[in-house]
Structure formats: C-alpha cells, structure tokens
C-alpha cells in the first residue's frame, strides 16, 4: 500500500519526509549553519568530541576529513555503480606520490607549486583508473575485485621496488599551499591541523556538488542501473562499459586527491600508508555509513577515523573491530546507518507532484540489501 | 638529462640476472615445485568453495594461518623449538603427523564456523554477491588482527623439524628430504581429495551442487552438509599445507602471513581454472616454478608476490577460464 | 504521421484508482484531451523506412547452437510494421531464444536478423536498443531500487546523449534532455495505467504494476520494435483483458509488437498474425483462425493420437 507509515521508524522516516517537502534552495539554506558549524569545529574543539590529550584535535578532524573525500570516492566506484574495488588505496598512493614527487625536495622531478600538483594528482590517477578499467571493466563481480586488490597490492610492492620511488624511507618535506601567518611561520604545516582541515572540507563540498549533480542526471541513473542488473541495463539501452569506466574515473581521480592532500598535510610519504588494509578500512566507512549514499559514507568515515583517534586504546585493534563490523553489518543492516536514497531526477519533484499528489519518493531504504538486489 | 628519463633509467630495479637464474634454474625448479606444492593445497581450497557457491573465500588465507599457529603451538608443546632436534625418524614422524592432525582439526573447524556464523545467514537472506564479498573480507581482517591483539607483530618463535638433507642428486643439484617429502605428501593429499571428489557418495554430492544447487536439493543431497564438507574439505588441506610450510618455513608463521599465500594460491586457482580441482594443483605448481624463476632473475624476493598478482591479473584479463576451466561469467537471460 | 496513428486512449480504459492524482481531479472533457495528450508524447517519433504493412524485422534461417542442443533450426519468418505477432509453441520450443537472439543476448550460430533490411551483426546490446528492438523479460528485472518513475526514465535515457561531462557541467543539452525524459516517462506511466504510484520503489509494487512498468520502460526507449516475454504470466482475467487493452492501445499508438504467449485466449484475442514454433522449427504461420485450425500446431500442443483415438 502506498504508506506514508512513518510510525514504524519514526524519527528517520519524519525527519526524511519533512526534509524531501522542502524545495531545493529552502534545502541549501537550511545548510548553511551546518556548514558553518563544521569549518568552525576544530577552532571550538567541543568538550564531547574532542580527542584532546590523546590526539591533537584539528589533525583528528583533518584525518577524518581526508577519509571523508575517500569514501565520497569509493561510494561513487562501490555504492552507486556497484563496482567491488579492493584496491582503492592504489589510487591514493598514485595521487600522493604525483604530489611527493612534484614538490619534494628529494625527488629528482622537476617541482612544482603544490596546489598546482592537486588538478595533475587527479589527472594522473584518472589515467591509471581508465587504464585499470580498459581491460578489467567486462570481468564480473568478484572477479573484478580479486583485479583490483591485485593492482592495489602491485603499486604498494612497485613502492618498494622501485628505486626512483624510495621505499620506506619515502620522502620528506612534501610541498603545501602557500601563505604565512603574522609570525612568520607557516599556515599550511604538519602541525597545525585546522587551515588543512578547511581547504579538505572546501573541496569537498565542491565534490559534493559535482557528484549530486552526477547523481540527478543520465549519468548517475545508469550506475544505480549497472548496479541493479547489468544485462537488464544493457537491454535497456545503457552503455554500460563507458559508464563503468567513468566511475573508475571518477573514483580514481578522488582517490588520487585525496592522496595528494595526505602527502601535503603530513609533510611526508613512503610506502607503509597502502597496504591492504586501509583499502579495507576505506570499504568499512562507506558500506557502515550506507553504501550509495554520498552522506552516509562520509558520516561512515567519520566513525572509522574518529574512533582510533579517540579511543586510542582501540587504535590497535580497528582493523579487528572495522573487520567484524562488516560482517555484521552484512547479515544484519546492510545498508548501513543512513541507507542509500538517491534521487535520479534532476526534475523529479514537479513530476512526482502531478502524478502522485506528493513531491518526495516513498522508499525505505537499502542498497546493498537482500531480497533480490537483480530479479531472477 | 630530463627527469622522466632519470626516473627511469634508475633502472636497477629491473636489472635480469641471466647468470644466476642459469646456475640456479634446477634448484629453482625443485624449489619451485615445493612451494608449488604448498600453493596447490590451499589453492584447492579457494577453487572447492567457488566451484560450490560462486564465492571467492577471502578467508581461507586465515583458515590457513589458525592451522599454522595451531601446530607451532602443538610442536612447541612436544619439545620443538629453534634448535634441531635430536629425535629419532620413527619419533619424528609420529611427532609431524600428530600436529598435522592438530593443524588440520584447527584449519577445517575455522572454516565450517566461518561458514556457519558469517556466510550461512547471508544465504539464507539471499544476500547479493557484493555482501559476501564484504563479509568475506571482513572476516580474512578480523581474524588476522585477532591474532595480531593476540600474539603481537613479529613472527612465532621458529619451530624447526628436521634439516633438509640431501638425498640425491639429479640435473647437478640436490634434492632434500624436504623437498622429496612436501612434494609427495601433497600430491597424496590432492589424489585422495580428488578421488574423493569424483567417486565416494559425498564428492558426488558436493559437485552435484556445484553444478546446480536446487536440483541438487530435488534429487535428495543435502545441500548444506555439502555446503560444510566443501569448506571442511579445504580447511583440511590448508592444515596440512600449514604443516608443509613450517617445514620450510620455520620462522614463517605470523599474523598475516597468510595474505600473500593466500593470494598466490587463488592467483594458482585461478591460473588453472578456477572451480577445477585438477586446474588448482596444476596452477599451484606452475606459480611456484615461475614465482622461483622470477626472484632468481630479478634479484628480490618480493618480485615473487609481484609476479602471482601480475598472473592473477593477466589471467583474468584474457582467459579467466584459465588453463583447465570452464568458461564463467557467461550472461544468463 | 498522425494519420497512420489512431490511439484515443478512452478514459475508461484506465480505472480511476490507477490514475495520476493530477488527471484524476480533472472533469470528463479535460480527461480526454489529456490522454490523447499522452498518446501523442507517448507515441514513437522515428524514421523508420519500411511502410505499415511492409516487413520491419526479419529472421533469415536464424539457427541457435549451446554446444550440442540446437535451440533454433533454421527459422524463418517476417514481422510486419504495425502489427501484433504472437509467438507460440510449447515450452521449450525456442522462443525465449528466438527473443534473445532478436535483442542481441545471443548471436545466431547460423543466419542473420534483420532490422529494415539491415542485418543485427555483432552490435552490442544497448546499440540494438538504440537501433529500435526492446523487449520485457519473462522474469521481470525491474532496477529495484529506483522509482517506477526512474525505471522508465532510464529507458527514456537509451536514446539520449548527455554523459559525464555534460551532467557536471549542467549544461543546455542536460537539461533538455532531462525535461524531455520525465516529461515522456511521465506520461508512459499515464499510459500504461500505473501512474499513481509512480514515486514507489519498483519492488514494492504489486505484480500487475511491476509488469506494467517493464512494458513502460520498454516503450520509453521508443522502439521500432516492441517485444513482450510472457507479459500475462500470473495474471488473472480481468487483468488479462485490461493487458489485452493496453497492447491494443500501443499498436494503436504507432508501435509494432512481438508477442510470447501461452494464453491461447490472448493470443487469439489480440494478435494479427501467428507463428508456430516446436523443437526450435517453425511449424506454422498465419492468422490466428488459421493457426486454431491448422492440424501441426494442434499436433504440436495435444499431441498425435496413436491409432486416431483422440
């Protein structure tokens, strides 16, 4: 029956409804103080949150942020188009690398100014996502993820191999964005978390509204499609292949961003930051944030960096603890906390008001769920 | 001189040396086909359950691992430790069978609560593939940093068996008791899994479900019991590689030791078609050989892991069938 | 073209209940003016270069090898522009197949398919679709998870150009696209009498709409060719005739249909033509009184009597 039943989750189902009824510049404003809120967090260091004396708090929030652009990444690779990749941290070891080798001085390379070294990490790790996909895009599902854990696990060892990429010892003093306080000291340094935190966050709000935009259009319809039933989708006149390299584009390239603003805000990079392991730990943020949902797997990310960085009694055992909540995730909730509810549309809401009477879609939730997630 | 050509001609981390992989290439071989061995075993493992359920068991890696650390633990408790020790060969042999029996108990009890407690319920809901992906990494990390809490980073103190002695000598090299032993030992164990598989009530019953699940059902065998002898099978296989591997690796034994092993066995199974048990053995084999070959002739030993990836990948990529296999991933309309 | 269509999709065709919230507040007169509105968006807008009549889709000799098992054996026949051809024979006979190797999930082991006199090849699915062949599947394979609204917008996006840099960007042709796909999913829900619920997800919808919403989303990719697998499978009889209505309703519109059916009731009721296949051969061809009379299909269904004791 077409149920407005919201009693039987009251809270998520009211809020969800109450917030799809407004339109969307009333939806932007009610942002806004959301917004400013969360640049202003490392600067009010909240009693309840903070982490403080076990981790500096603006490089907690930093941490957090920089998983947040990664799991905005991998949920466009693994929650929309549904494309299992393992080694993600691949891509965020390209990214990092372009920046070390651009702007460090014990690289050979010609350098660089930092910032300008983001837009090429993104370029160059595209590349490697598009190369990547050519010829492994038509393998299904798990093979595909056996694929890219083998490419992630190839870059870690080539960082180790690889002469000209300096293995353990790595490199230092990894390049910043310009600009100095009234001391003269740097404002983009290892130490002070919060002027990276806000260039982070910045970009990713851009991210975030270029992904939304991705969402509400042909674009984004067809990876929910892909991610469905392919064949279906196929059969439905989608084109598949270039979508799905597309998305390893996409993810490749925020991937390859994300990399590049670790190497800066931590000054340094060698190869210990790429094994397997944080390709998992990047998994467990977007599928426990709800995988598909570009607020969830940041809220996900969020849970994934903050606990470590807070408990750090728990910091050696995350991957235990991110390990078991997947499993339990998978068998009991597994759309995770928020639940993908994408909206395909770019102008849905004057349509559902004409044909339905309502302005918002009436769904519950799911996305990596049971119940025949592709018919027969 | 322009940087990228710097960069690359740095090159010495491609550098073939030809003399030694020569000199060396028969005691490659021997060693090659040990470890082959090794692979093969718990290749098998990874193909059974894919042949079953269409599930790569990202675990077995850790199934394999629990086996290893259950017979460090019997082997110290008998006496073993870093020296040699001075048994007799009759002594010896009870001694080895005795943990591998231990190894075994603990690799395939590992495996049927895995598929008990994280992979049964998502069948049971009809969980799309991508979860049991998820699931299955999950628990591969979840056990390996259980044990890390547990036993810490480094590896277990070294458990050495026996020497390796030479027997005999063939191609001018030797060939060690190990060797002769893991070698032959495994390939007993693949015949009987083998035989097992195609001739007793319950193989049939296992590769009846393989091939179609609810006629299966219709025609009587109990699909779940096959379900668990299918990973029951593996885990005892993956014990007894443990067993092989402390032979030839004492000191091996930590807590994610069973990651690349466990990579290089499905890039074997894969190799040789996966879901075929023959293509396992074969593969295993064949990644043992080329992983010797490579580090000779690349000059480091982690060149080894990175040639099983490059296999896995290139295997994938143009003939997932693999050598023996059938063709998968085929679209059902 | 609007001389060759002759849809008037009556308003009593759809129940009030199945109505969108819009057309349901609407007086008589508005009504019919809205749904020939929705016949006309509905309706397709293609060249296409065969004449009503003429032979749109030909099968030449198509034969369909699985390794030992020949599915099809050399079949042969024509499916006409602006007709309802029904495909029948018992189970097994091979029209699944003949289906599949139509939209490109097979490809003949022998013989060629034809579109308009040009052959299928080796193109790959989404370019068939593009091409003008969509069909629905026996099993529904709705996209679960999207709206019945979106499930038919993607079909809607087959013919469509926008891709990613286009999407980021916003740019003009985005947005007239996405005008131009809602505006004719929407009214393909209308259409086919599912639009009330058009903000479910697709699985949530009851049966008799999820098949309602595969047709919908074939349609939107506004083919040459409409092809139905079973589309009455678990229907009851009134749900059958209001079916056997709505295919009316698209051939009126424009559309050419290819019909899979063992309902010998709908088949009989909706069809122009029928062709008769058994063990992959094609055993007949004809209307369908000359199918009813015809002694091999009667063969084929009931069987031959040994000693003429039937």
């Known amino acids: ?376 | 001189m322009h940087p990228l050509t710097v960069f690359l001609a740095d090159s010495s981390w491609i550098n073939f040396d030809v003399t030694s992989f020569r000199q060396e290439f028969w005691d490659n071989t021997f060693n090659g086909l040990t470890f082959g061995a090794i692979y093969a075993l718990i290749a098998m493992g990874y193909t059974l359950v894919y042949g079953v359920l269409r599930l790569i068991n990202f675990a077995h890696s850790e199934v394999f691992i629990a086996g290893a650390y259950a017979l460090v633990f019997t082997l110290s408790g008998l006496g073993f430790d870093g020296s040699v020790p001075g048994l007799s060969t009759l002594a010896l042999i009870g001694d080895m069978l005795l943990a591998c029996l231990v190894a075994m108990l603990a690799s395939g009890a590992i495996a049927v609560l895995l598929e008990r407690i994280a992979y049964r319920p998502l069948r049971r809901k009809g969980a799309p593939p991508l979860a049991f992906l998820i699931t299955a990494i999950g628990v591969s990390f979840a056990i390996q940093y259980a044990i890390f809490i547990w036993r810490g980073a480094s590896a277990e103190p070294a458990v050495i068996l026996f020497v390796p002695k030479a027997l005999f000598s063939a191609f001018g090299t030797n060939i060690t008791n190990q060797q002769l032993i893991i070698f032959v030992a495994a390939i007993v164990l693949m015949l009987l899994i083998d035989q097992f598989i195609q001739r007793t009530r319950f193989g049939r019953g296992v590769r009846a479900v393989a091939q179609d699940p609810d006629t299966a059902t219709l025609m009587g065998v109990n699909k779940e019991r096959a379900i668990m002898l299918t990973f029951l099978l593996g885990g005892l296989l993956a014990g007894a590689a443990a067993l092989f591997y402390v032979i030839k690796v004492p000191s091996g034994v930590v807590f994610n030791g069973g990651f690349t092993l466990g990579i290089k066995a499905f890039a074997a199974a894969v190799l040789g078609g996966i879901g075929n048990i023959r293509g396992a053995a074969l593969g295993g084999l064949l990644i043992g050989l080329v992983g010797n070959y490579g580090q000779t002739l690349l000059g480091n030993a982690q060149w080894s892991d990175v040639i099983a990836f490059v296999v896995l990948v290139v295997v994938l990529m143009f003939r997932p069938t693999g050598i023996l296999g059938e063709s998968l991933g085929k679209a059902r309309v | 073209m609007t001389a060759e269509r002759d849809a008037d999709i009556a308003a009593e065709d759809i129940p009030a209940e199945h109505m969108s919230a819009e057309t349901a507040q609407m007086t008589e007169t508005e009504r019919a003016a809205h749904f020939a509105e929705v016949a006309e968006v509905v309706a397709p807008d293609r060249d296409i270069s065969v004449e009503f009549g003429d032979t749109l889709l030909e099968m030449r000799d198509v034969t369909m090898r699985f390794g030992g098992l020949v599915a099809l054996d050399g079949v042969s026949f024509g499916i006409r522009r602006g007709e309802i051809l029904g495909l029948i024979g018992p189970n097994g006979a091979g029209k699944t197949t003949c289906f599949n190797t139509m939209t490109g999930v097979y490809r003949p082991s022998a013989g060629q398919v034809l579109l308009e006199g040009n052959r299928l090849g080796r193109r790959k699915r989404y370019q068939i679709t593009r091409l003008g062949i969509a069909r629905t599947f026996q099993n529904i394979r709705l996209f679960g998870e999207m709206t019945a609204l979106e499930n038919v917008v993607v079909g809607a996006d087959a013919r469509h150009k926008t891709s990613v840099p286009g999407a980021l960007l916003r740019l003009p042709r985005h947005h007239r696209e996405e005008r131009e796909v809602v505006e004719r999913a929407s009214a393909l829900l209308e259409f086919v009498g599912i639009a009330d619920r058009a903000a479910e997800k697709a699985r949530n919808l009851p049966y008799g709409y999820q098949r309602r919403l595969e047709i919908a989303r074939a349609l939107a990719t506004e083919p040459k060719l409409l092809c139905l697998d079973e589309p009455a499978a678990g229907f009851n009889p009134v749900e059958k005739n209001e079916l056997m209505q709505l295919i009316r309703r698209i051939r009126d519109d424009g559309y050419t249909v290819l019909l899979i059916e063992h309902d010998m009731r709908l088949v009989m009721g909706v069809t122009d033509r029928i062709v008769v296949l058994e063990f992959g051969k094609k055993i007949a061809e004809g209307t369908p009184a000359e199918i009813r009379d015809d002694p091999a299909v009667i063969a084929a269904y009931l069987g031959v009597p040994d000693d003429g004791v039937a």
């Not at chain 1, 660089?112 to 050519?134: D, I, K, R, S």
């Not at chain 1, 975030?208 to 319809?221: A, D, H, K, T």
């Open chain 1, 1 to 376: 029956m077409t149920s407005t039943d919201n009693t039987r989750k009251n809270t998520p189902g009211g809020i969800r409804a109450r917030w799809n009824n407004l339109s969307r510049p009333q939806q932007w404003l009610a942002l806004v103080p959301v917004v400013v809120l969360i640049y202003f967090i490392p600067v009010i260091d909240p009693p309840l949150l903070t982490t403080e004396p076990y981790t500096n708090f603006p490089i907690a929030m930093v941490h957090a942020a920089e998983l947040a652009m990664v799991a905005i990444g991998l949920n466009v690779v693994v929650g929309q188009a549904g494309l299992l990749d393992l080694g993600y941290v691949g891509f965020f070891a390209v990214g990092a690398y372009v920046a070390a080798l651009l702007t460090s001085k014990e690289s050979m390379l010609h350098k660089l100014p930092y910032l300008a070294t983001l837009p090429l990490a993104m370029v160059v790790t595209m590349l490697a996502g598009v190369l990547l996909g050519l010829p492994t895009l038509r393998l299904r599902g798990d093979y595909l993820a056996i694929v890219t854990l083998g490419f992630g696990e190839i870059v870690r060892l080539l960082a180790t191999l690889v002469p000209a990429l300096n293995g353990q010892v790595g490199f230092a003093d990894v390049g910043h964005p310009p600009g100095t306080n009234a001391d003269g000291s740097l404002i983009f340094s290892a130490r002070d978390g919060t002027p990276w935190y806000w260039l982070v966050v910045t970009l990713i709000i851009i991210l975030l509204l270029f992904v939304g935009n991705l969402e509400r259009s042909r674009v984004g319809r067809a990876w929910v499609a892909i991610r469905e039933d392919e064949d279906a989708a196929q059969i439905m006149g989608v084109p598949t292949f270039k979508f799905k390299l597309w998305a390893f584009a996409i993810g490749a390239a925020i991937g390859g961003l994300s990399g590049a603003l670790v190497a800066g805000q931590t000054g340094f990079m060698n190869n210990q930051n790429f094994s397997v392991a944080f390709s998992v730990l990047y998994l467990a943020a977007v599928i426990l944030g709800g995988s598909g949902n570009k607020v969830g797997v940041m809220v996900g990310a969020f849970i994934v960096s903050y606990i470590p960085d807070r408990f750090t009694n728990l910091s050696d055992r995350k991957y235990l603890i991110f390990g078991l909540f997947l499993v339990v995730l998978m068998i009991f909730r597994p759309q995770g906390l928020l639940g993908a509810r994408q909206r395909l549309l770019a102008r849905g809401r004057q349509a559902y008001q004409r044909l339905v009477g309502r302005g918002e879609q009436i769904s519950s939730d799911s996305s990596v769920s049971a119940e025949g997630g592709g018919q027969a």
